[in-house]
């Protein structure tokens, strides 16, 4: 179809503005534009497959719908310095092998900014691959519910790039919402994350930031694996089925101020050495740390473990001490603060015998405040034979940090 607009010169100096109307096509004008030009497309619905190869901005006005009518990728773009904004892309192809997607942001795309877009019904969302410094700002991503987790894309695939910007995308409906491999100095802030496998999937990818976003409802929350020198905090991971925030294989990160609710388990940490984990709130979650394959040579301080059915879930052959700078507060301690000072009296230990037989034998945890166990774990003390390598905090706090912590409480009562 022939491009009936006109052009209208933009105060720069050579470039302009190319309007598409509803029944015009945006592939028209895409050839026709010079690089540095702006294309408007006016609301409307357009059944295209569109190829970006200058530098140019692609620009809608009223939420016009581009479809890619179920095949193929229905925007790639293979030039840098390209803008998306404010359009709807849908309707890709569901080839996983093809890599279908709503944008596909090829190899050599740097400087991409895609924004303000709604992404729905296409297999992968955004795949950006081998494009640096590229903006991801403010998108809405839902996949494809209909189809089986397995059969789906990821809502956002970020593939060997560096310096990318993830910032205030909501996602749900994907196989993974945000897939992440082989990358590097990457910012992650402000996504919105539910309904699909994992919230994140994360490896390979160092020297990055994940903060403020938020993960629940998933079947997994963030799970950061095979990193080093990460910040990750003031995250939000609620109500996953299996894990919060696992960090696996992980080290040289900080892990600070975040909160985990009511997930199976709050924190999954395997295998995760010579990090920083502080101020953190684990609440209500069926269990609150799942620590094991030596991951020993990490500074815990200053977190807060309330009403967790068991607070620490930890296999090793000798104990892990917790809370050298600051003590941790424990909602299940036993203990006394004799002088007042805000300190528990006697050490914590994560994993005595009765915790051990708790997982033996989950009735067991009816009896939880009985005298009899009480009686059992007071023996246990006094009798180093029958006691189990645990987590032990010298000097656990007798009251919590967090300001928050009742309205997590509340949502998600034990």
């Known amino acids: ?166 910032i205030g995308n909501q996602i749900s409906g994907t196989r993974d919402g945000i897939y992440v491999d082989v990358s590097r100095d990457a910012l992650f802030r402000g996504n919105r994350i539910h309904h699909v496998r994992y919230g994140t999937h994360y490896m390979n990818t160092n020297h990055s930031t994940w903060e403020d976003n938020e993960v629940y409802q998933n079947r997994a929350g963030l799970a950061l694996m095979e990193v080093r020198d990460l910040i990750v905090r003031h995250n939000i991971a609620w109500g996953n089925a299996d894990h919060g925030i696992m960090l696996r294989t992980i080290q040289d990160s900080v892990i600070e101020d975040n909160v985990v609710a009511g997930n199976d388990r709050g924190f999954f940490i395997y295998d995760a050495e010579y990090n920083i984990v502080r101020r953190n709130l684990v609440i209500n979650n069926r269990t609150g740390v799942h620590l094991s394959a030596g991951s020993s040579n990490n500074q815990v301080d200053n977190n807060d473990f309330i009403g967790n059915e068991e607070q620490v879930r930890f296999v090793a052959a000798q104990d892990v001490q917790w809370g050298r700078t600051a003590g941790n507060y424990w909602s299940n301690y036993g203990g006394w603060d004799q002088n007042a000072d805000g300190i528990g009296d006697l050490p914590y230990e994560a994993n005595d ?62």
């Open 1 to 166: 179809m022939l491009l009936a607009a006109g052009l209208a010169l933009c105060s720069g100096a050579d470039a302009a503005v190319l309007r598409v109307r509803a029944g015009e096509s945006i592939a028209a004008a895409i050839a026709q534009a010079k690089p540095g030009d702006t294309v408007r497309v006016e609301a409307g619905r357009y059944v295209e497959h569109l190829r970006i190869d200058k530098p140019l901005t692609l620009q809608g006005e009223g939420r016009p719908v581009i479809s890619g009518a179920g095949s193929a990728d229905v925007i790639r773009v293979s030039a840098p310095g390209v803008t998306l904004a404010g359009l709807v892309v849908r309707d890709s192809g569901i080839d996983l092998t093809a890599q279908n997607a709503g944008i596909y942001v090829m190899p050599g795309s740097h400087h991409v900014t895609i924004a303000d877009c709604e992404l729905a019904a296409d297999l992968f969302g955004i795949w950006l691959e081998r494009s640096d410094d590229a903006q991801l700002l403010r998108n809405v991503v839902t996949g494809r519910s209909d189809l089986q987790s397995a059969a789906r894309g990821n809502g956002i695939q970020v593939y060997d790039t560096r310096g990318a910007q993830v």
């Open 353 to 414: 015998v009765v915790d051990r037989l708790g997982w033996q034998y989950p009735l067991m945890k009816l009896l939880s405040a009985s005298p009899a166990l009480q009686t059992l774990r007071f023996v246990a003390r006094q009798f180093p034979l029958l006691r189990a390598p645990s987590v032990v905090d010298q000097h656990p706090r007798m009251r919590p940090a967090s300001l928050d912590w009742k309205k997590w409480h509340d949502i998600y009562p034990r």
